[in-house]
């Protein structure tokens, strides 16, 4: 295999400025000319670049920086910043051409449009529409930054506001419309949560006077358990039916009565409840002639256990000096007549 000949001779002549071919890119950023980030250190040649920038009447020099806005802008969305920059440039010149700072403050507000810079860009479109009045996209960029922030009623104004300048503005009228339906929907959700607070208000006020009437007593221990307990009064009979908990401390077990109207008997219940033995009653004790019902009466220092009649309607107990609805949802003890767990029970209330 042969080796490539060493070079002999004298060595060719570089220039200063000879770039190195395989690192062209990094080569041309070393050139003021086409720069793209600015050096750290100082650099003469682009120092005097700059200083040409700034000659020429505030006008040409406004005009200068919006151009290099422009060509950031056209770059596309990783060059804004740059072009937000050159924008604000032109904009601290004393330039007098209104068209120019117009077009700037428009154009540095597309910019932070697209950055999500909603903030500036309504201070943006304002100082423009105070330079231009028509400027319908001032307008529409506005509406577009106002929808964004879900200012929805702003956004219509924004647009109406254009509209009367170009009616036939698509664009204009797709961000109208779109403020439009999302207004519709929000207001749609307000209404029906205001129903529902009121018919929740008008159930808690019709609640609070049933109560009263019958004078039955309400203790809230767990406000979580009030608000899930559903006292419902039933429209066409105008009584209560209450969620009621059946005990069985024998066996700790219990059944929930989801609508326990108040002219129903205990007895009503406990025949649907024991019409089948229940799997925990192995001696067949439970039923609904074989049970008594009681309920503790929780006033004083020591709790007591009272028994009530089972063919008695439980508005009828719950009506009762002794008795206090706790967290919304009556309770009562169910023990079978005749059994030693009853009166050993009951004896644990009379020590």
């Given at each position: 295999?042969?080796?490539?000949?060493?070079?002999?001779?004298?060595?060719?002549?570089?220039?200063?400025?000879?770039?190195?071919?395989?690192?062209?890119?990094?080569?041309?950023?070393?050139?003021?000319?086409?720069?793209?980030?600015?050096?750290?250190?100082?650099?003469?040649?682009?120092?005097?670049?700059?200083?040409?920038?700034?000659?020429?009447?505030?006008?040409?020099?406004?005009?200068?920086?919006?151009?290099?806005?422009?060509?950031?802008?056209?770059?596309?969305?990783?060059?804004?910043?740059?072009?937000?920059?050159?924008?604000?440039?032109?904009?601290?010149?004393?330039?007098?051409?209104?068209?120019?700072?117009?077009?700037?403050?428009?154009?540095?507000?597309?910019?932070?449009?697209?950055?999500?810079?909603?903030?500036?860009?309504?201070?943006?479109?304002?100082?423009?529409?105070?330079?231009?009045?028509?400027?319908?996209?001032?307008?529409?960029?506005?509406?577009?930054?106002?929808?964004?922030?879900?200012?929805?009623?702003?956004?219509?104004?924004?647009?109406?506001?254009?509209?009367?300048?170009?009616?036939?503005?698509?664009?204009?009228?797709?961000?109208?419309?779109?403020?439009?339906?999302?207004?519709?929907?929000?207001?749609?959700?307000?209404?029906?949560?205001?129903?529902?607070?009121?018919?929740?208000?008008?159930?808690?006020?019709?609640?609070?006077?049933?109560?009263?009437?019958?004078?039955?007593?309400?203790?809230?221990?767990?406000?979580?358990?009030?608000?899930?307990?559903?006292?419902?009064?039933?429209?066409?009979?105008?009584?209560?039916?209450?969620?009621?908990?059946?005990?069985?401390?024998?066996?700790?077990?219990?059944?929930?009565?989801?609508?326990?109207?108040?002219?129903?008997?205990?007895?009503?219940?406990?025949?649907?409840?024991?019409?089948?033995?229940?799997?925990?009653?192995?001696?067949?004790?439970?039923?609904?002639?074989?049970?008594?019902?009681?309920?503790?009466?929780?006033?004083?220092?020591?709790?007591?256990?009272?028994?009530?009649?089972?063919?008695?309607?439980?508005?009828?107990?719950?009506?009762?000096?002794?008795?206090?609805?706790?967290?919304?949802?009556p309770s009562f003890i169910i023990l079978p007549k005749d059994s030693t767990f009853k009166q050993e029970f009951?004896?644990?209330f009379k020590k």
């Amino acid at each position: 295999m042969s080796e490539t000949p060493a070079e002999v001779g004298p060595k060719k002549f570089q220039s200063e400025f000879t770039m190195d071919p395989d690192n062209l890119e990094k080569e041309l950023a070393k050139v003021p000319l086409f720069m793209t980030d600015l050096p750290s250190e100082e650099n003469d040649t682009l120092a005097a670049l700059q200083s040409l920038v700034f000659d020429g009447t505030p006008e040409e020099v406004a005009q200068n920086f919006r151009e290099q806005g422009n060509e950031c802008f056209r770059a596309g969305k990783a060059r804004y910043p740059d072009a937000i920059v050159f924008y604000t440039k032109a904009l601290d010149t004393e330039c007098n051409d209104k068209s120019i700072m117009e077009a700037c403050y428009a154009n540095r507000a597309a910019c932070n449009l697209e950055l999500k810079n909603y903030g500036r860009v309504l201070n943006d479109c304002s100082k423009c529409l105070e330079i231009n009045p028509r400027n319908v996209k001032a307008f529409y960029r506005s509406a577009r930054a106002l929808f964004a922030l879900d200012k929805l009623v702003e956004t219509i104004d924004c647009c109406d506001h254009a509209l009367l300048v170009d009616p036939d503005n698509k664009s204009v009228q797709e961000i109208r419309e779109k403020a439009l339906k999302r207004k519709n929907e929000i207001d749609e959700k307000i209404r029906l949560k205001e129903e529902r607070e009121e018919r929740a208000r008008t159930k808690k006020q019709r609640l609070a006077k049933a109560l009263e009437e019958r004078k039955i007593k309400m203790e809230v221990v767990d406000k979580d358990v009030y608000e899930k307990a559903n006292i419902e009064i039933d429209e066409e009979t105008q009584t209560l039916n209450w969620p009621v908990f059946f005990l069985y401390p024998e066996y700790k077990e219990s059944d929930y009565i989801q609508q326990f109207n108040e002219t129903n008997s205990f007895y009503d219940h406990l025949q649907v409840m024991f019409e089948q033995p229940a799997p925990w009653d192995e001696r067949r004790e439970y039923n609904a002639d074989s049970v008594e019902v009681y309920f503790e009466d929780t006033r004083g220092l020591n709790p007591k256990l009272l028994k009530v009649g089972k063919k008695l309607p439980l508005g009828k107990i719950l009506s009762l000096e002794q008795y206090t609805v706790k967290n919304g949802v009556p309770s009562f003890i169910i023990l079978p007549k005749d059994s030693t767990f009853k009166q050993e029970f009951i004896n644990k209330f009379k020590k």
